[in-house]
């Protein structure tokens, strides 16, 4: 399981006055964290604080770099931010985000290429989210085909299937574990598949319960791993439990504590 | 999700205890607690208790039917004990099991049609549990072709596709979720997939986290139902949480409560 850290936000309290106040220790007590907990990457996104979205960009990345050498997940949609943020990273990068309109594409797989980053791709055109997987396939083989075109190795791209928040898009479940089942077939070897998990439980109740569940079902589905909280311990031992039956993982008695382990 | 309470089964000390010394109290809190935490049916198994199997199996059923009229789930390989204790059941009872060999569905489908029971048969035969979802697809054709033939009503027939535990049978939580897959679209309406969770971590740990992982992939591949522990409460949310994503269940914020509390 592929876990990119949601944490380091500018949409979270904590983190947004980090930002603001230029307080480097609540950014980096919250990458540290992520980190114990099992995080593989850090999205960086500088949310809604105060000030210049570029420069507050390139103190969080600064910020970040100073504890930890793990890839950072570029989330901005200003490709000026973007552009200029890759460039500060050390570790290769994952750009976050595409859509999969063609004139994105043209832009955002060339930015991967010459940094040497990953891209995450959305299934979102100019029409917004598909309501069902059939839109969502047709995009993420305009995604690949753009990957190809472009000489992204496909290893290197993330396509995102786009979860809904389920108490008002029903429906969008079981489209997304649709859309993951039939997208595995279309490369070999595929390109990876991750979701922004949190978003299927916005503004419902049982937040952690319905990600970690939704997590579990994902994965079955075909998912590679999540833009999440890896400080909740439920749902990393739900995703770690989920690889363990797909056979992804080997079993024994302490499986929890050897994956996280082992990283 | 159709819940059968596992716990009334003499392979449990309480419970084998109850039966050996014909304490009535033992096994009647046992139901009620299942009752209490949502269990749809009981199953009623007299395990390892001393003494004959027939007649514990009787005394368990009077004694189960003084505190609920929920339909048991008559758990025996002895066809003579079964017969038996289908005739002292006051509600439809659920036969549990056949297995799918032709011998013995010709045995127990008319079984379960002269007495208006239910039918779980098992995808197991002679040569005992297969290692693929194919040779399970092929029994299960031979469950419904059967079922049709004697005449029992589809939705009386449970189709249980046998899970192994996962720590020396790694492949097979994959093989009985493809299963699901391809026999739901066997017959329209298709017969309703249970399984015996807890079998899945026989021996492990981490049982209820594993149990409650596996539910939810599988729920999610078609599984109706188990024959599982419905007081084990996160078991219960992980099930009731999948069959919202999978939009069997309306969204409210106490969706939880609200399914508990519409049985």
Redesign the interface.
């Known amino acids: 399981m592929f876990v990119i850290g949601e944490r380091i936000n500018g949409m979270f309290d904590d983190v947004k006055k980090g930002i603001e106040n230029r307080d480097a220790s609540i950014v980096q007590q919250v990458a540290r964290e992520q980190i114990e907990c099992g995080a593989d990457a850090l999205d960086i996104n500088v949310g809604t604080a105060k000030g210049k979205a570029m420069e507050n960009m390139l103190w969080l990345i600064e910020t970040v770099q100073e504890v930890t050498d793990l890839p950072l997940c570029i989330d901005t949609t200003k490709y000026d931010v973007m552009s200029e943020a890759l460039k500060a990273c050390k570790t290769p990068a994952i750009i976050n985000s595409s859509k999969s309109t063609e004139d994105e594409l043209d832009k955002y797989v060339p930015l991967a290429v010459s940094n040497g980053a990953s891209l995450i791709a959305l299934t979102i055109d100019k029409s917004g989210v598909p309501s069902n997987a059939d839109s969502r396939v047709a995009m993420g083989a305009t995604i690949v085909t753009k990957a190809m075109e472009h000489g992204l190795d496909i290893t290197d791209l993330y396509i995102d299937p786009v979860i809904l928040p ?2 008002v898009a ?2 969008q ?2 489209a997304v ?1 649709e859309t993951l089942r039939q997208l595995r077939l279309l490369s070999d070897p595929p390109p990876k598949f991750i979701l922004g998990l949190s978003n ?1 439980s916005q503004s ?3 937040r952690s ?2 990600n970690s ?2 997590l ?2 994902a ?3 075909g998912l590679d791993g999540a833009i999440m909280d890896p400080t909740d311990r439920e749902l990393m ?2 995703g770690i ?2 690889e ?4 992804k993982q ?2 024994c ?2 499986y ?1 504590a050897a994956y996280l382990g082992n990283r």
């Open positions: 389920v108490n029903p429906k479940p079981v574990m299927v419902c109740k049982l319960l319905i569940t939704y579990v079902m994965i079955s589905a031992e739900a439990t989920a363990l039956l797909m056979e080997i079993y008695d302490d929890i």
